[in-house]
């Protein structure tokens, strides 16, 4: 199929009208999903947008990256001395810092 259109989604999910389009918005508004109309109707179609895994790999990166720079600055701020503290700390930050290289070595190969 070329799209869904919205009273199929209603159908398919057996949700509320508003239901269905709070979530197509959100979908809209993540630029998961693409919408269009075809020449022959007035309804509104979606679609998955071609580049949603890219799209999502870069949010997790991003979020990964601000939780990382949290961390720094809340161990800058507790300049703790606990050193087992400390190993938590690089010991999160470290699985952070390898999973972005993972999201980033895959986004270039997908």
Do not use: P, W
């Amino acid at each position: 199929k070329k799209g869904i259109c919205f009273d199929e989604f209603v159908h398919v999910f057996a949700a509320s009208k508003s239901s269905v389009s709070a979530n197509i918005n959100l979908l809209l508004n993540a630029k998961l999903i693409n919408d269009f109309n075809t020449i022959k109707e007035r309804k509104r179609f979606f679609r998955i947008n071609e580049n949603y895994i890219n799209i999502r790999f870069e949010e997790i990166i991003s979020k990964m990256k601000k939780e990382i720079l949290i961390l720094d600055q809340l161990n800058e701020f507790r300049k703790s001395k606990d050193q087992e503290e400390f190993q938590k700390f690089e010991i999160y930050r470290s699985l952070l810092i390898k999973n972005i290289k993972n999201i980033e070595e895959t986004l270039h190969k997908i």
